[in-house]
């Protein structure tokens, strides 16, 4: 059977499981002319759902992938700058809010343009290139109307709100959006000039965060969290402020990476890098008797907020505390039942995450376990590792699901533009805990088929 006809007959018969998972649970399928509804992805909680969905995009990509020309697949590749910089113009000008206050009739791009001040016919061609992708619909000539994808950017917000307080734009959003207009802005501009900052000799082999293409292009030498201290930079430091709790949304992540019931009722967490505590929190309310301190490098004024109001007995029983700390200095806590490190490692490259482990392992007792929340990159061929950790996707499929785990792969090379940083397969996290003394003991994966973004790595020091 040609390859082809076994993608199509995987589409077929997934399309069959995915209608019968939602009939049997009640719920409806999506479609693209509706605007989006949390309430339109409830048929992923059927895990046989969410697994038909899965096989079939990662079917039709692939069947996309054998059927378009070679030249044109690499002119969609590296097409996607264009798309990128339409995508930006229509965020930057709050375009869907626009089209959402029209209603479904859609607007003219003229009376768009009033309301942006930009060209109406280049709005036009970036609104028309977008709908090419599904993003927006054109419903008659030059008159264009939000559909299921571009009314994820919708931030709920009046146009004549964003437009008198521009700085609020993304205030009490679920944060998407902010994220968006983040990597249409740094990202973009970091990858433009990634071959640059790659090929200069100095920077060859280096683990340097000032190393990145973001340091030596946008940010003039500057550290990424240099460059957000700015004064200047309030916005955008807000902005990444408002991505971080977004991103913080993980409980499952969280409560799956670690058999918590095995520790003792009054153990000690300690959450290095923690930001605000959020996963102290998610934590925190399932077992009300571990005490937690979060590090970060200075007083989280923020964190304190956030807990005053929705966990305030926590704070004032001492139950958590906010303790200012860098972790590449000495880690003054060294009766920790727990270290945990959520989306810190994957911010520094091997040289400096090493630095990290190692004042954990200083301070580690031989019964404290270190336990790793981070995306864990999976190899696009056959690896017995893969296999192990059952996460392969059925044949003739890509093994790492294709585009199905695209994001994990995108957000591999963000951190490597900005940070110069990176994800880890296992081998590499292995690599790197044993160089700081410690030694895996267990890997987990949330359910669900793009869990590879929230993996998490339990760990015991070297004896």
Request: hydrophobic share 40%; with cysteine.
């Amino acid at each position: 059977m040609s390859q082809i006809r076994q993608l199509l007959d995987l589409i077929s018969k997934n399309v069959d499981a995915l209608e019968k998972a939602s009939a049997a649970d009640g719920t409806r399928l999506p479609t693209l002319d509706e605007p989006f509804n949390p309430a339109s992805e409830s048929f992923r909680s059927n895990p046989a759902a969410a697994e038909a969905a899965c096989i079939i995009r990662a079917a039709a990509t692939q069947l996309d992938a054998i059927l378009t020309p070679p030249p044109t697949a690499l002119g969609n590749m590296f097409g996607g700058v264009i798309g990128s910089a339409a995508l930006r113009m229509c965020t930057e000008s709050h375009v869907t809010e626009i089209l959402r206050e029209a209603g479904t009739g859609g607007l003219h791009v003229d009376e768009v343009a009033v309301k942006t001040g930009i060209d109406a016919q280049k709005l036009a061609r970036c609104l028309r290139y977008l709908a090419t992708y599904h993003i927006y619909k054109e419903l008659e000539p030059d008159v264009f109307t939000n559909n299921r994808i571009s009314s994820v950017l919708d931030t709920g917000k009046s146009v004549k709100e964003i437009i008198d307080n521009p700085e609020n734009k993304y205030d009490n959003t679920n944060g998407f959006a902010a994220w968006t207009s983040m990597a249409l802005d740094e990202h973009f501009k970091s990858a433009a000039y990634h071959w640059e900052a790659e090929r200069d000799p100095k920077n060859a082999g280096s683990g340097d965060p000032k190393a990145s293409s973001f340091t030596q292009t946008v940010a003039n030498g500057e550290t990424h969290w240099e460059y957000m201290a700015r004064p200047e930079n309030a916005y955008k430091r807000k902005r990444y402020g408002l991505i971080l709790r977004w991103d913080s949304r993980l409980p499952r992540a969280i409560l799956s990476a670690f058999d918590w019931k095995s520790l003792p009722e009054n153990a000690l967490v300690v959450d290095v890098g923690g930001g605000f505590g959020a996963a102290s929190m998610t934590i925190a309310r399932e077992f009300p008797k571990f005490r937690f301190v979060v590090q970060d490098i200075s007083p989280v004024e923020q964190g304190i907020q956030i807990w005053t109001k929705d966990m305030p007995d926590a704070l004032e029983s001492g139950r958590v505390k906010f303790e200012a700390h860098d972790f590449f200095m000495p880690q003054p806590q060294t009766a920790a039942s727990v270290f945990l490190l959520k989306r810190v490692l994957h911010t520094w490259s091997d040289e400096y995450s090493s630095k990290i482990l190692k004042r954990l392992r200083d301070a580690a007792t031989p019964e404290t376990r270190l336990i790793i929340v981070d995306p864990i990159v999976s190899y696009a061929c056959h690896s017995s590792t893969n296999q192990a950790l059952s996460q392969e996707a059925p044949a003739p499929l890509l093994p790492n699901w294709g585009i199905v785990n695209s994001s994990i792969y995108r957000l591999d090379l963000v951190v490597m533009l900005l940070f110069n940083a990176q994800q880890r397969t296992v081998a590499q996290f292995d690599r790197l805990l044993k160089s700081a003394g410690w030694q895996i003991k267990n890997i987990s994966f949330p359910s669900g088929f793009e869990a590879a973004v929230s993996g998490s790595i339990e760990a015991v020091p070297i004896l």
